[in-house]
DNA sequence: CTCGAAAAGTTGTAGCTACAACTAAATCAC
DNA sequence: GTGATTTAGTTGTAGCTACAACTTTTCGAG
């Protein structure tokens, strides 16, 4: 690795800080989801994802790219939107071994509601907090943080299109 | 609440690459070390947070506040690393309600031998990808965050002091 | 003083996640 | 073609965390 063995005063004053948005960010979007729309952060992220692909439908694996997370996760995750109506499993044709996961009407209903108040969240702490330029070093800088934390880049650059719900 | 609603590309490009971030981020901190040290990364901060101060010594509130953790949660992994022999409780004569929680021997032992692989992990991620000024601009863009994430600051500065093991 | 509220911790319970083991289908090599 | 490997996904199990309920002690008001 690299030769340095410890942070100097600087280095550790920006880790500590780091670590504890780490800590806090994940926390606060969950407690505003969970309160206002029984949402884990990632359930609403995964639907949010749903939501814009084409037909609201995806394979297993590709959404597991786009939400950043392992298949099994993943699986029990959406077992567990199934349940609630959000999200239909489907067998797909083309590939036996593959599944495709569909935004059911519900589930669609369910971002469309959800959206704005947690949009007003990721505003009120990230977007108006921050100043344009300081909005493009962050993405500067996750985008370098991603490189090694995902070298394959298997979190895709997440393909645009439609309407609303964003995330 | 702000009034627009909805993110603009240019921002949710920003917002999906940091909840990327978001993710991968504790799962890579928490793979080095479980496999390395058989320490989450909370209980490491947890380490290296008691090995810093006086007398390796804190009260399970102050120790929350500099780890960012509710009470309950820190409660519990004190807890376990008292039944490892890294830790040990001790009854706070001056509160009778407070417990302070000291680092043993075998505690700063494994602090010692956990640092260095552990800091090789943070700086090629993070030291050694961003160039001086980009670290100064996440120092910022973090406080800023934390100032919408954590208002009342629990989280102090984190006092510095004596020497090595850090974070 | 004394009573009600706040502070410091702990713990039961439910839910989420990681890791590993496992099935089934598709591919690749020869 | 046929067996070995890889890919896609699911599930058992253990461990961690959040939330809420509950003690015990301290503090503040009257």
């Known amino acids: 690795m690299t030769d ?8 550790l004053v920006v880790w500590t800080r780091f670590v504890a948005v780490l ?14 729309a029984q949402l884990t952060h990632f359930e609403y992220f995964t639907l949010a994802m749903l939501s814009e692909a084409p037909q609201r439908t995806m394979r297993m ?9 392992s298949l099994a996760r993943l699986s029990r995750v ?7 109506g959000y999200a239909k499993r489907q067998p797909c044709p083309e590939d036996r071994r593959a599944t495709n996961v569909t935004l059911t009407q519900d589930g669609w209903q369910k971002v469309v509601a959800t ?19 300081e909005l ?3 993405s500067t800088i996750s985008a370098k943080l991603l490189s090694k934390l995902d070298p394959q880049a298997r979190m895709v650059a ?3 299109s439609q309407t609303p719900p964003p995330v």
């Open 4 to 11: 340095a063995k410890w942070l100097n005063d600087e280095q």
């Open 23 to 36: 800590q806090l960010f994940p926390a606060a979007l969950d407690a505003q989801l969970e309160r206002d």
């Open 61 to 69: 694996t590709a959404l597991a790219g786009f939400t950043t997370a």
């Open 78 to 84: 959406v077992s567990n939107l199934e349940k609630r």
């Open 115 to 133: 959206a704005p108040g947690h949009v007003d969240l990721v505003r009120s702490i990230v977007i108006d907090t921050l100043t344009a330029e």
């Open 136 to 138: 493009t070093q962050l």
């Open 158 to 160: 997440t393909a645009r």
